[in-house]
């Protein structure tokens, strides 16, 4: 979600809400004889933040539930946040900047890291769309990566299969003699098996992703490769070279897509485990603190 | 480059239809993670409460002074009577009676209205190691608005804190009367070049005013100050407040009362006669008075030639320095020759030691009296000199406390610098406020964070006690208490 104009309202909502409970606490913080969690004004301060903390959570049943009619998905995410990030100077207000014991300070870490973990992800997903927009124009549906590199190396496959027909000088009639004769052409036959060994050494494997470390991976050594098969091939085959390229180019592309991917999404492996933690531990805090 | 043709059909053809139903491997993981979490979150819960009990719940470490209830939570937390929420276990709160169970305190005022719970003002559970280092607030709830407490307020109605309405000190404010009783002047005693026991001095105030674990440190005027001293003369004791506070910060707290045994008779020895190395005994007249006569006769008695030596050459050569004591009256015999010299010993003592310092009525002897008049003098409790009592107080302000010790860094000078000009032992050389203010300048942070560069800590429990003890002993509490909370280990 890209943070721009429209977030202008929450922007200010927020900006509102944390100015009025600073100078709340301000108030408080300068009169009462003690700050904490305990007081009335705390204990406020305590229950609105862990509210914004749950309204924040409802996000997750609202994207399972899309079908409800609770509210444009856009505003719930604005929403998660916005509020999900003033939750963090409000509970820090609840605490009056203490830390307490082991459970509190242990709520406290956790907040901490949930609200840095969201604001980063609201980063990436300020950044990254736009970059991967501009960067992969082959882009497909994540989970279909793999499935469609397992389809460029088939298609790669057939395009080399094909070259030694395209290497034909012409078509029409005689040209089927032609081609089996060619391979008895030494100059030919030379150049299509480098051709050939090129692809099987360096271009398969990599395309099959077996392995990791190759030339192919920077676009700038791959156009060189390309180039001195270019060179090697005569003009007869160039298509299929080039399409071999463009081939190994969306290969490229969808493991920059991968990276981007992972890059976009990885924060929720700590976000969602950490959020889920910190309700059930705020929870525990909520009922212990009202026993003692 | 476009080579390969790219139609939607195409494009469309090339992808799984069915991969949905594979799922996502980053939900998959974000799956994992999350009952991981939950996981971790239980056992640690599970352990916790295995462990260590309700103490994962405290809200932070607890002071220093209650460390040794440890994780029993239930030592000061009593379940009250109330609600179902309180039936239910919930709200256990902190009662006074829990408090009281160790510490027998007085109550702040009879006047009091609304007083706190204990936990109100010693806030528990935030790791500070002076509970009673309350914040100003708990204070000024009350003492900034006291007409609305108490319409006649003594001093002032609104003390918002040091700073800020806090009165003069009331022995520097207008209109405070003193009457010390004793002639004493600061300024002729710190003199350069006085004549010390052991020669030329100069005096510091240290010589004098030192607290009690101090007395019988290095003393430049004899082997040590006469630590047994303290009890003051005529058999006054101190009262109990008194006591209390000398005896506070282990005896470092507060200057001693300057006593005469302690601090002057070094210099200020009460001779009385040249034939006796004895000095009179501070002490009430008659007692002084039966004092020399006992030891005149016994030195007759001891020495019958040295007496007829003076019966036969008298009269003897003068002491020095008693030109008023020397009497007209000639004895002729011992008996005789103890009257006199008693009563010379006598007017000596009266006039030029306890004058020296006491005020009263000295009557004064007949010069040309005869021996019999002399005589009947010495048995007559009316020629006793009256003098005036002594008023020293241990403790200027009553109604605060004050460490010595703490200042120790700060020159005496600082703070008491009228003293060292001071002509009058009436005057009183107490700082003012604004002295103190020069430090205390209105920061409190009792319990942190630490105050800024120039200012010392200004909080009202700093000086004040909230509770009233007034001289009261801690009363003894149960014995058994920590036993019976279980706290103590088993024998």
């Known amino acids: 979600m890209r943070i721009d104009r429209t977030h202008r309202p929450w922007l200010t909502a927020s900006c509102l809400i944390l100015g009025v409970s600073i100078a709340i606490y301000v108030a408080y913080a300068l009169r009462a004889p003690r700050v904490g969690g305990g007081t009335a004004v705390g204990l406020t301060f305590g229950i609105v933040g862990f509210g914004f903390m749950l309204f924040a959570a409802a996000l997750a049943v609202r994207k399972r539930f899309p079908i409800w009619r609770i509210g444009r998905a856009q505003t719930w995410m604005r929403g998660h946040l916005w509020l999900g990030s003033l939750a963090l100077p409000l509970i820090f207000l609840h605490a009056g900047f203490h830390f307490g014991g082991w459970l509190t300070s242990t709520l406290m870490v956790l907040l901490i890291i949930v609200v840095l973990s969201g604001l980063l992800g609201a980063c990436l997903q300020h950044v990254l769309p736009t970059k991967m927009m501009r960067d992969v124009q082959f882009e497909t549906i994540y989970d279909q990566i793999d499935h469609i590199r397992a389809g460029l190396v088939v298609e790669a496959r057939e395009r080399v299969q094909s070259i030694a027909e395209e290497m034909a000088p012409g078509r029409g009639a005689g040209a089927t003699v032609v081609l089996t004769y060619i391979g008895a052409i030494p100059e030919i036959n030379l150049e299509l098996r480098e051709f050939t060994e090129t692809f099987a050494a360096q271009i398969e494997p990599w395309l099959e992703n077996k392995t990791r470390q190759s030339p192919l991976n920077d676009r700038g050594q791959s156009e060189r490769l390309f180039e001195g098969l270019h060179r090697l091939m005569p003009e007869r085959a160039w298509k299929t070279v080039d399409a071999l390229e463009e081939i190994c180019e969306e290969k490229r592309q969808l493991d920059r897509?991968?990276?981007?991917?992972?890059?976009?999404?990885?924060?929720?492996?700590?976000?969602?485990?950490?959020?889920?933690?910190?309700?059930?531990?705020?929870?525990?805090?909520?009922?212990?603190?009202?026993?003692? | 480059m476009e080579i390969r043709k790219r139609t939607s059909k195409s494009v469309a053809g090339r992808h799984d239809l069915n991969y949905f139903k594979k799922g996502s491997p980053l939900r998959r993981w974000q799956g994992i993670l999350t009952l991981a979490a939950l996981a971790c979150i239980a056992l640690w819960l599970a352990g916790n409460a295995a462990w260590h009990g309700p103490t994962m719940l405290s809200s932070g470490p607890i002071s220093s002074s209650h460390a040794v209830f440890?994780?029993?939570?239930?030592?000061?937390?009593?379940?009250?009577?109330?609600?179902?929420?309180?039936?239910a276990g919930f709200r256990k709160e902190v009662p006074d009676s829990a408090c009281l169970a160790c510490h027998a305190v007085p109550a702040h005022h009879a006047n009091q209205q609304n007083p706190p719970n204990c936990s109100i003002c010693h806030v528990e559970h935030t790791g500070s190691m002076m509970l009673a280092h309350t914040a100003d607030s708990h204070c000024t709830a009350c003492h900034a608005n006291l007409r609305a407490v108490n319409a006649q307020t003594q001093f002032a109605s609104s003390i918002r804190s040091f700073i800020d309405?806090?009165?003069?000190?009331?022995?520097?404010?207008?209109?405070?009367?003193?009457?010390?009783?004793?002639?004493?002047?600061?300024?002729?005693?710190?003199?350069?070049?006085?004549?010390?026991?052991?020669?030329?001095?100069?005096?510091?105030?240290?010589?004098?005013?030192r607290p009690v674990a101090d007395q019988s440190t290095a003393w430049p005027y004899g082997a040590a100050m006469r630590t047994a001293a303290f009890t003051l003369t005529g058999g006054r004791t101190l009262n109990a407040a008194d006591v209390q506070m000398l005896d506070r910060d282990r005896g470092r707290a507060y200057q001693a009362p300057v006593t005469y045994a302690a601090g002057c008779q070094a210099c200020h020895a009460l001779k009385f006669d040249v034939h006796l190395t004895d000095e009179a005994p501070h002490a009430?007249?008659?007692?002084?008075?039966?004092?020399?006569?006992?030891?005149?006769?016994?030195?007759?008695?001891?020495?019958?030639?040295?007496?007829?030596?003076e019966l036969r050459h008298w009269p003897p050569e003068p002491m020095a320095r008693v030109p008023r004591a020397r009497l007209t009256a000639v004895p002729h015999n011992a008996a005789e020759w103890v009257t006199v010299r008693t009563a010379e010993a006598e007017q000596r003592l009266w006039h030029q030691s306890c004058g020296l310092c006491h005020e009263g009525q000295i009557p004064d002897i007949n010069a040309d009296a005869t021996v019999a008049e002399l005589a009947a003098a010495l048995g007559n409790p009316e020629t006793l000199p009256k003098l005036a009592p002594t008023h020293q107080p241990v403790r200027w302000l009553t109604h605060a406390v004050f460490d010595h010790a703490s200042h120790q860094a700060v020159a005496c000078a600082e703070c008491h610098s009228k003293a060292a000009a001071s002509q009058n032992a009436n005057e009183v050389l107490l700082p003012s406020i604004a002295t103190c203010r020069r430090c205390h300048n209105g920061e409190s942070h009792p319990q942190g964070p630490a105050l800024g560069y120039g200012h010392a800590e200004s909080g009202c429990f700093l000086c004040h006690e909230y509770h009233a003890w007034d001289g009261k002993e801690p009363q003894p509490v149960n014995g058994e208490t920590l036993r019976e909370l279980g706290v103590l280990l088993p024998r």
């Open chain 2, 165 to 209: 309405g806090h009165p003069e000190f009331a022995p520097v404010r207008g209109g405070f009367a003193f009457d010390n009783g004793i002639r004493f002047a600061h300024a002729a005693h710190m003199k350069k070049g006085l004549l010390g026991p052991r020669g030329p001095v100069q005096m510091a105030c240290a010589d004098c005013h």
């Open chain 1, 257 to 292: 897509q991968i990276v981007l991917h992972r890059i976009l999404h990885g924060w929720l492996l700590v976000h969602i485990p950490l959020s889920v933690g910190l309700l059930v531990l705020g929870f525990v805090h909520a009922v212990g603190s009202l026993r003692y």
């Open chain 2, 284 to 309: 009430e007249p008659a007692e002084v008075r039966a004092f020399v006569a006992t030891k005149i006769r016994a030195f007759a008695a001891k020495h019958p030639d040295v007496v007829a030596a």
């Open chain 2, 70 to 87: 440890g994780e029993k939570c239930a030592a000061c937390h009593k379940p009250v009577a109330g609600n179902l929420f309180h039936r």
